[in-house]
């Protein structure tokens, strides 16, 4: 019933509002809108576009300066991207100069050369001096622009210094697996196809330096000091984006990517500076990858370095946490395995390992 | 002498357009080799699929802007996309995205825009009778319905349509193990983009003929109307372009369907490993971007093209900087090409590559600005007479610009990596190249609606939609740059998981309610349109008084455009206002040797060579 009123309503507005719009028109041929040169009401279209531009400047000034009752800015947390958001906000003020000079021009010019009865348009089809000018400034502009990217494009992605924390991020759906190199600092190797459902970055045993490698539930990293993300993924991509730190890159099936940069703000720090108790670094998948694409989570700990070292050393590998893996290592190798990985086995099997590595 | 010879098979082909032979029906409406037939079926399919592209964003706008509605009211036409907790599917969400960025790009503003303004301009403004194929013309509209058809099954099967991004990145949309949408709905997808290439590159060969080989006795390249020089330079792309984008669409058939791994490697999903090793995810972007980012200019130029008629016509003046303009066109279509892995800063591809597209990147805002500003100095110092069309044409300028100078971010590669893939891009090509394209769509029907239909659309209505559409669309994206600057991402269902992204919510529900409000002033358009197709008041022959040719057309241009012989174009299509002169107009048909209290110095001297018998006399007839 309600359904049917609802529908009876609609209707009739609709019905008023053809008979408005059609004594409206009539009304207008009545008064002969249809023989004139200019459309009735040009004056108010262009007061319209007038008052436009200044309701949309107001809005553009409040809202960019504090306005909006969240903050927009994120506080940047990476050596690379204070460089990057001093030349974020360079460009920005050089587009936002641009951007309300023209808009100006556009919709002032828009309503002071509205038609007037009588007056007569000025004949003006080029000027190539000015075409130059408005070539060659934003040339200009540009190159200066280019050239400050580019120096710092190339800082981000010059090798990562040999001294940089590595770790590896695989994504895959819907999360992100998470291995460090443990005690030797080197990453053992991986194959897709040594991925089961435990196993979930196929780290192949056959490499010993995989036999120390941990997988631990956060990531944690060091303040102040060089951090290299080795980046895959198993399944389809991913991308590896954390908005603080001003840092993204792709996680590729079959193409490993990588991405460096420096922390600056320890969680800690960065819980006083924004007030929050409870501010997290969050990792984020940012390329389409599926159903639950918006719910790839991961927490990353910017530690100060003593704390860091410490959290490194109390991890367990891999491999000790998942000892019948074991089998997956060769048989030359299962001695090493146990020790790097820190497996105490029955005193007689390490013996007899001992002893027959010795023989 | 050759110019006799195309007088002499031109008599030919008026004696043939003399003797009226009834159409029937179907040959009249349906299957119609007419240029303009064409043009208005390729317009009616584009509104068809704008509405049907613009309802599914506000369903996933719905989503974002009121995450706790209860959308169970979305049943009777969702069915089970709607779950029994009254919730969009995730994934469903992702179909919505993808299908909406896949029919605005190509349905609406490639097939809907190029298909109808260069069909019906082409050949009405260079002064021919039709296309230099009538037949490849009605293939090309075939083609397209044919696409569209298979694109609108998609939407209605059991697994979904292609839910991949618009951009349907393998592995995603090469495993059906990854997302349901990538099973029969991406086959689907497939089909339908191929059929659609073969429409626009028939479509496209087509203008590129007819511009070179059909234009009137007189009407040189220099004399063109700007929207001719952008119907042309934007088909020279597409067939440049679409070609790669087969190859591309090709290749991903062959993953999918013949075991072959081009764009897979070392994939483990579903719980198995897959056997595709040595291919590459990158190779596809590269590919696809090669298309992918000429058809922005594919989408845009034609807008441009329009407004560039629109803006010169109603301000009453010249455009300002003819050449310059042909020239910037000429620049964006060149660098179009070589600007593709933009899009691919942070996929991985080699840092340097990086560096190289950032530089070619930029140096493509330098035409659009010289664009940006020509128009604007076309309007100073006019005599602007605001119609509706002019209003839409004014709101392209200010969106090309907004838009066009947050591309000064994501072109700049170290920028990039913490914008891309955000909402800051999604407001950055809302604006340049959706809105903006969309407006010179809604720009070109206003103004040339007189001469498809023989009547006037309402202009109150007109006005009201502008106002309502040009509002809405700021308040609509301009929000959505705040929000790409704080990083969230794009293609994100909700943003309850992340404590980063927890802000803002009051700013999403805003741009819902500005997109519902945007999306239902259409209404105003489509009723307006209709509406006027049938009870429109009858239009003069020059409602706007404007100079090209189509204007010297009767009031509905019958088959052959032209009752009598093609008129002869002695002058270009921008003489506005020219001093001297009594009105403010002087159509291209009239010879320079009739206009002497007009004429520039050296135009003196071109009337003298036009051999046009006593202009005294023929003046005094014409008056």
Same mark, same amino acid.
């Given at each position: 019933?309600?359904?049917?009123?609802?529908?009876?309503?609609?209707?009739?507005?609709?019905?008023?509002?053809?008979?408005?719009?059609?004594?409206?028109?009539?009304?207008?041929?009545?008064?002969?809108?249809?023989?004139?040169?200019?459309?009735?009401?040009?004056?108010?279209?262009?007061?319209?576009?007038?008052?436009?531009?200044?309701?949309?400047?107001?809005?553009?000034?409040?809202?960019?300066?504090?306005?909006?009752?969240?903050?927009?800015?994120?506080?940047?947390?990476?050596?690379?991207?204070?460089?990057?958001?001093?030349?974020?906000?360079?460009?920005?003020?050089?587009?936002?100069?641009?951007?309300?000079?023209?808009?100006?021009?556009?919709?002032?010019?828009?309503?002071?050369?509205?038609?007037?009865?009588?007056?007569?348009?000025?004949?003006?089809?080029?000027?190539?001096?000015?075409?130059?000018?408005?070539?060659?400034?934003?040339?200009?502009?540009?190159?200066?622009?280019?050239?400050?990217?580019?120096?710092?494009?190339?800082?981000?992605?010059?090798?990562?210094?040999?001294?940089?924390?590595?770790?590896?991020?695989?994504?895959?759906?819907?999360?992100?697996?998470?291995?460090?190199?443990?005690?030797?600092?080197?990453?053992?190797?991986?194959?897709?196809?040594?991925?089961?459902?435990?196993?979930?970055?196929?780290?192949?045993?056959?490499?010993?330096?995989?036999?120390?490698?941990?997988?631990?539930?956060?990531?944690?990293?060091?303040?102040?000091?060089?951090?290299?993300?080795?980046?895959?993924?198993?399944?389809?991509?991913?991308?590896?984006?954390?908005?603080?730190?001003?840092?993204?890159?792709?996680?590729?099936?079959?193409?490993?990517?990588?991405?460096?940069?420096?922390?600056?703000?320890?969680?800690?720090?960065?819980?006083?500076?924004?007030?929050?108790?409870?501010?997290?670094?969050?990792?984020?998948?940012?390329?389409?990858?599926?159903?639950?694409?918006?719910?790839?989570?991961?927490?990353?700990?910017?530690?100060?370095?003593?704390?860091?070292?410490?959290?490194?050393?109390?991890?367990?590998?891999?491999?000790?946490?998942?000892?019948?893996?074991?089998?997956?290592?060769?048989?030359?190798?299962?001695?090493?395995?146990?020790?790097?990985? *820190?497996?105490?086995?029955?005193?007689?099997?390490?013996?007899?390992?001992?002893?027959?590595?010795?023989? | 002498?050759?110019?006799?010879?195309?007088?002499?098979?031109?008599?030919?082909?008026?004696?043939?357009?003399?003797?009226?032979?009834?159409?029937?029906?179907?040959?009249?409406?349906?299957?119609? /080799?007419?240029?303009?037939?064409?043009?208005?079926?390729?317009?009616?399919?584009?509104?068809?699929?704008?509405?049907?592209?613009?309802?599914?964003?506000?369903?996933?706008?719905?989503?974002?802007?009121?995450?706790?509605?209860?959308?169970?009211?979305?049943?009777?036409?969702?069915?089970?996309?709607?779950?029994?907790?009254?919730?969009?599917?995730?994934?469903?969400?992702?179909?919505?995205?993808?299908?909406?960025?896949?029919?605005?790009?190509?349905?609406?503003?490639?097939?809907?825009?190029? *298909?109808?303004?260069?069909?019906?301009?082409?050949?009405?403004?260079?002064?021919?009778?039709?296309?230099?194929?009538?037949?490849?013309?009605?293939?090309?509209?075939?083609?397209?319905?044919?696409?569209?058809?298979?694109?609108?099954?998609?939407?209605?099967?059991? /697994?979904?349509?292609?839910?991949?991004?618009?951009?349907?990145?393998?592995?995603?949309?090469?495993?059906?193990?990854?997302?349901?949408?990538?099973?029969?709905?991406?086959?689907?997808?497939?089909?339908?983009?191929?059929?659609?290439?073969?429409?626009?590159?028939?479509?496209?060969?087509?203008?590129?003929?007819?511009?070179?080989?059909?234009?009137?006795?007189?009407?040189?390249?220099?004399?063109?109307?700007?929207?001719?020089?952008?119907?042309?330079?934007?088909?020279?792309?597409?067939?440049?372009?679409?070609?790669?984008?087969?190859?591309?669409?090709?290749?991903?058939?062959?993953?999918?369907?013949?075991?072959?791994?081009?764009?897979?490697?070392?994939?483990?999903?579903?719980?198995?490993?897959?056997?595709?090793?040595?291919?590459?995810?990158?190779?596809?972007?590269?590919?696809?971007?090669?298309?992918?980012?000429?058809?922005?200019?594919?989408?845009?130029?034609?807008?441009?093209?329009?407004?560039?008629?629109?803006?010169?016509?109603?301000?009453?003046?010249?455009?300002?900087?003819?050449?310059?303009?042909?020239?910037?066109?000429?620049?964006?279509?060149?660098?179009?090409?070589?600007?593709?892995?933009?899009?691919?800063?942070?996929?991985?591809?080699?840092?340097?590559?990086?560096?190289?597209?950032?530089?070619?990147?930029?140096?493509?805002?330098?035409?659009?600005?010289?664009?940006?500003?020509?128009?604007?100095?076309?309007?100073?110092?006019?005599?602007?007479?605001?119609?509706?069309?002019?209003?839409?044409?004014?709101?392209?300028?200010?969106?090309?610009?907004?838009?066009?100078?947050?591309?000064?971010?994501?072109?700049?590669?170290?920028?990039?990596?913490?914008?891309?893939?955000?909402?800051?891009?999604?407001?950055?090509?809302?604006?340049?190249?959706?809105?903006?394209?969309?407006?010179?769509?809604?720009?070109?029907?206003?103004?040339?609606?007189?001469?498809?239909?023989?009547?006037?659309?309402?202009?109150?209505?007109?006005?009201?939609?502008?106002?309502? /559409?040009?509002?809405?669309?700021?308040?609509?994206?301009?929000?959505?740059?705040?929000?790409?600057?704080?990083?969230?991402?794009?293609?994100?269902?909700?943003?309850?998981?992340?404590?980063?992204?927890?802000?803002?919510?009051?700013?999403?529900?805003?741009?819902?309610?500005?997109?519902?409000?945007?999306?239902?002033?259409?209404?105003?358009?489509?009723?307006?349109?209709?509406?006027?197709?049938?009870?429109?008041?009858?239009?003069?022959?020059?409602?706007?008084?404007?100079?090209?040719?189509?204007? /010297?057309?009767?009031?509905?241009?019958?088959?052959?455009?032209?009752?009598?012989?093609?008129?002869?174009?002695?002058?270009?299509?921008?003489?506005?206002?020219?001093?001297?002169?009594?009105?403010?107009?002087?159509?291209?048909?009239?010879?320079?040797?009739?206009?002497?209290?007009?004429?520039?110095?050296?135009?003196?001297?071109?009337?003298?060579?036009?051999?046009?018998?006593?202009?005294?006399?023929?003046?005094?007839?014409?008056?």
């Amino acid at each position: 019933m309600l359904n049917f009123v609802i529908a009876i309503a609609v209707v009739l507005i609709i019905v008023i509002l053809l008979v408005i719009f059609r004594v409206s028109t009539l009304v207008g041929i009545a008064r002969g809108d249809t023989r004139k040169q200019v459309p009735s009401g040009n004056r108010l279209q262009a007061t319209l576009l007038l008052l436009f531009l200044i309701a949309g400047l107001i809005g553009f000034f409040y809202y960019s300066f504090g306005g909006l009752d969240d903050d927009f800015t994120l506080p940047v947390a990476s050596q690379h991207g204070e460089a990057t958001s001093r030349l974020f906000w360079i460009t920005m003020a050089v587009t936002c100069t641009v951007f309300i000079i023209t808009q100006i021009f556009l919709f002032g010019f828009a309503f002071r050369y509205q038609h007037r009865e009588g007056e007569k348009a000025y004949f003006y089809p080029h000027n190539n001096t000015l075409e130059y000018i408005w070539t060659a400034v934003p040339a200009v502009v540009l190159a200066l622009l280019i050239l400050s990217g580019l120096k710092v494009w190339g800082k981000i992605t010059a090798a990562a210094p040999d001294d940089a924390e590595v770790v590896e991020i695989m994504g895959y759906q819907f999360a992100w697996a998470v291995r460090y190199p443990g005690s030797d600092n080197k990453l053992g190797g991986y194959d897709y196809r040594k991925i089961d459902a435990t196993n979930q970055m196929g780290i192949d045993f056959s490499d010993r330096a995989s036999f120390d490698d941990f997988v631990p539930r956060e990531i944690h990293v060091p303040k102040g000091r060089p951090v290299e993300f080795k980046i895959r993924a198993r399944d389809v991509i991913h991308s590896v984006y954390q908005p603080h730190f001003r840092l993204q890159m792709n996680a590729v099936p079959g193409m490993p990517t990588r991405f460096w940069f420096v922390p600056t703000k320890s969680t800690a720090d960065m819980r006083a500076e924004t007030g929050n108790p409870d501010f997290n670094y969050e990792l984020v998948c940012n390329k389409i990858c599926g159903y639950g694409h918006f719910g790839m989570k991961y927490i990353i700990v910017v530690d100060e370095p003593e704390e860091y070292e410490e959290w490194y050393k109390s991890q367990d590998p891999w491999l000790k946490q998942n000892a019948d893996y074991l089998g997956q290592v060769p048989d030359g190798l299962q001695e090493a395995a146990r020790i790097a990985a *820190g497996i105490d086995g029955s005193a007689d099997e390490v013996g007899g390992l001992l002893m027959s590595s010795s023989n | 002498m050759s110019v006799a010879d195309i007088q002499i098979t031109e008599v030919g082909h008026d004696d043939h357009h003399d003797d009226h032979h009834d159409q029937g029906f179907v040959s009249k409406y349906i299957f119609s /080799t007419d240029h303009k037939t064409i043009a208005k079926q390729f317009l009616i399919t584009g509104i068809f699929w704008a509405i049907v592209g613009g309802g599914l964003s506000l369903i996933f706008r719905l989503q974002l802007g009121y995450p706790d509605m209860d959308l169970n009211w979305l049943r009777p036409i969702m069915g089970d996309w709607i779950t029994a907790a009254g919730k969009l599917d995730t994934e469903f969400y992702l179909g919505l995205v993808t299908m909406h960025g896949t029919i605005m790009v190509f349905f609406v503003l490639t097939a809907g825009l190029s *298909g109808t303004f260069s069909n019906f301009l082409i050949p009405l403004q260079i002064g021919a009778r039709d296309m230099a194929s009538g037949f490849l013309n009605m293939l090309s509209y075939w083609f397209f319905f044919l696409s569209s058809v298979v694109m609108f099954v998609s939407l209605f099967i059991e /697994t979904g349509p292609a839910s991949s991004g618009w951009t349907v990145y393998p592995p995603l949309s090469a495993l059906p193990q990854a997302m349901a949408g990538s099973g029969l709905g991406m086959t689907l997808w497939l089909i339908s983009m191929a059929l659609f290439i073969a429409s626009t590159l028939l479509g496209g060969i087509n203008y590129v003929t007819t511009v070179i080989n059909l234009r009137t006795e007189g009407m040189t390249f220099t004399r063109l109307p700007l929207t001719i020089w952008a119907f042309f330079i934007t088909a020279v792309i597409g067939i440049l372009s679409f070609p790669v984008l087969l190859s591309c669409a090709l290749l991903l058939i062959f993953d999918r369907s013949f075991g072959t791994s081009f764009y897979l490697s070392e994939i483990f999903i579903g719980g198995e490993a897959l056997p595709n090793m040595g291919g590459s995810p990158i190779l596809f972007q590269h590919l696809f971007w090669f298309l992918g980012h000429p058809e922005v200019y594919i989408v845009i130029l034609p807008a441009l093209g329009i407004t560039s008629e629109i803006i010169s016509t109603n301000s009453r003046k010249p455009i300002f900087g003819y050449k310059a303009m042909i020239l910037s066109m000429l620049a964006i279509a060149f660098l179009s090409f070589i600007v593709w892995a933009h899009h691919m800063f942070v996929s991985g591809m080699n840092p340097f590559l990086g560096s190289i597209f950032t530089l070619l990147t930029l140096i493509i805002a330098v035409p659009s600005a010289v664009k940006a500003f020509n128009y604007i100095t076309t309007l100073w110092r006019g005599n602007i007479v605001f119609t509706t069309g002019m209003l839409f044409s004014i709101g392209l300028v200010s969106f090309f610009i907004s838009g066009g100078l947050t591309g000064l971010f994501l072109g700049n590669s170290a920028l990039d990596i913490n914008l891309h893939d955000t909402y800051f891009v999604v407001a950055h090509f809302h604006l340049v190249m959706g809105s903006a394209a969309f407006f010179g769509l809604l720009a070109g029907v206003y103004h040339w609606f007189p001469k498809m239909f023989g009547r006037m659309m309402d202009e109150k209505l007109g006005r009201l939609h502008f106002w309502l /559409t040009f509002i809405g669309v700021y308040l609509v994206f301009f929000p959505l740059h705040y929000i790409g600057i704080a990083g969230f991402p794009r293609r994100y269902y909700s943003f309850t998981s992340f404590e980063t992204f927890s802000g803002f919510a009051d700013l999403n529900t805003f741009v819902t309610i500005a997109a519902v409000v945007t999306f239902a002033a259409q209404f105003i358009f489509l009723f307006n349109f209709f509406y006027s197709i049938f009870g429109g008041r009858k239009a003069p022959a020059n409602p706007w008084k404007s100079n090209t040719l189509e204007w /010297t057309t009767p009031r509905v241009p019958q088959h052959g455009n032209w009752p009598g012989a093609i008129p002869k174009v002695y002058r270009w299509a921008y003489d506005y206002s020219k001093p001297g002169a009594p009105d403010d107009f002087i159509p291209q048909t009239i010879p320079l040797s009739h206009t002497p209290e007009s004429n520039l110095p050296h135009e003196g001297e071109l009337a003298k060579e036009e051999g046009v018998e006593s202009p005294k006399k023929e003046k005094d007839k014409v008056e």
